[in-house]
Structures are given as C-alpha cells and as structure tokens.
C-alpha cells in the first residue's frame, strides 16, 4: 500500500532530525554490533609484535544500508516541501557514510559531534546548527535509539521513537517479516512502552507511519502544547 504524502500540517515544522541507523536505514539497527571492533584486528609480521590495522568496512554493513520501509518516500516529501532534513549516527564516519550509499544525496549529514555525547543535547544542536535553524520551535527528531531520542528530549525537540525498527525491536527486516503477529506484537509493545517511559512525545512503528504521527503533533502544537 502507498504511504500517504505528508500533509501541508505536517510540513509546517521548522526542521526533522533523523537517526541513521535504526530510523532511515538498518532495520533493527544491527550495524553497531556488526562493527564493533570488526574494522580493526591484530596481525603479526615476521614473528614481531602484534600490531592493530583498520582492515576497512565489513561486508555485512552493505545489507545494512538498505533504506527502511517509508523511508525515501518521507525525504522526498519533507525535501519537496522544504523542510530542513539531517541525519545523526554515533557509528566511525566511514561506516555511517557507508551506510547513506543508498539515501538521497542532498540529504545533510552531521558532523562528529566534538563535545558531550548522547544523551547530552549538544549532537541536536549541532545538527540543527548545520542545517541553519535559529530556533528550536517546531524542531522535530525520529529515532529508534533511546539514548539519541533523550539527547533529543535534552534538547527541547519534540520526539518519535520507532518501536519495530529501531534497537529495541534489533530485528533485521528480513528476520521481522518472518515473525508471527505475536511475536511481533510482543516486541513492538515493549518497546513502545519502554519509549513512553523515556518521554517519548510519541511512538509509531517505522516511518511509514510517520505523515499521521506529524499531523497529530501539529494539532497538540495548535493547541498550545510545547515539547
């Protein structure tokens, strides 16, 4: 079925911070375990001392970088209508830049972010910095992640955790669809709760659900509500 566009509510936001994996590639954010300490390994020459060597991106990370479901449909119609897009990651540049292969190419990246890390806010600020934002008022964040979605709530964003794509639901997209409803009803509902719990301002599954998830954030903006 074709997700819905965004509707011209919807697209009254100031700016849509995206986590990267997890959010608009690698469905169930597998990059991180598949990378930690995979880029780097010891080797002996000639009987000398071990020494470490990057030995570059592993294989694996190719299937990672495939775009999750609604995500290119929901760049397009943020990007049409202009509103400022960017991405976040925590992964080596090198790997998070493997991982956008298959995103739009006008899509801002974020630098490494030079002071405090997650949940600290300073990652959000900078990105919205990047993309030229002066204000935070209607600053929007989607991630799976709940540490980022906390740097995101530090920052005064409002937020959308991703309860069946992002780490909590750590499914690869392949391995979810072959769940059955109960499974996968198991763990979307404890993610979503643990999401909640966080202070998430709302939980949706994956960004297909996302234009309905901005409309609705834009009626309790209407009414005078403030992340």
Same mark, same amino acid.
Not at 30 to 39: E, P, V
């Given at each position: 079925m074709p997700q819905p566009a965004l509707s011209a509510t919807a697209h009254s936001f100031? =700016?849509?911070?995206?986590g990267l994996? !997890?959010?608009?590639?690698?469905f169930g954010a %597998? *990059? =991180? *375990?598949?990378? *930690? !300490?995979?880029?780097l390994t010891l080797i002996r020459e000639g009987g000398g001392p071990a020494r470490t060597v990057d030995i570059g991106v592993p294989r694996e990370l190719d299937n990672c970088a495939e775009p999750t479901p609604g995500a290119l449909v929901t760049l397009r119609s943020l990007h049409e209508d202009g509103v400022p897009c960017a991405w976040l990651d925590e992964l080596p540049e090198a790997l998070a830049l493997k991982l956008t292969t298959q995103l739009p190419e006008w899509l801002a990246s974020t630098p490494a972010c030079t %002071?405090?890390?997650?949940? =600290?806010?300073d990652a959000c600020w900078q990105a919205l910095s990047h993309l030229g934002i002066d %204000?935070?008022?209607g600053c929007v964040l989607? *991630? !799976?992640?709940?540490r980022l979605l906390q740097a995101g709530l530090n920052a005064g964003l409002w937020t959308v955790g991703l309860a069946a794509c992002g780490s909590l639901g750590g499914h690869a997209l392949a391995e979810w669809q072959t769940l059955n409803g109960v499974q996968r009803e198991l763990i979307r509902a404890e993610a979503t709760l643990a999401l909640y719990r966080l202070g998430a301002h709302s939980v949706i599954d994956q960004l297909t659900d996302l234009p309905a998830c901005l409309d609705d954030l834009q009626i309790r903006r209407s009414k005078g509500e403030k992340p």
């Open positions: 100031t =700016a849509v911070l995206f994996s !997890g959010c608009l590639v690698d %597998r *990059s =991180a *375990s598949l990378t *930690s !300490g995979r880029h %002071r405090r890390n997650w949940p =600290a806010p %204000r935070l008022e989607v *991630s !799976g992640e709940p």
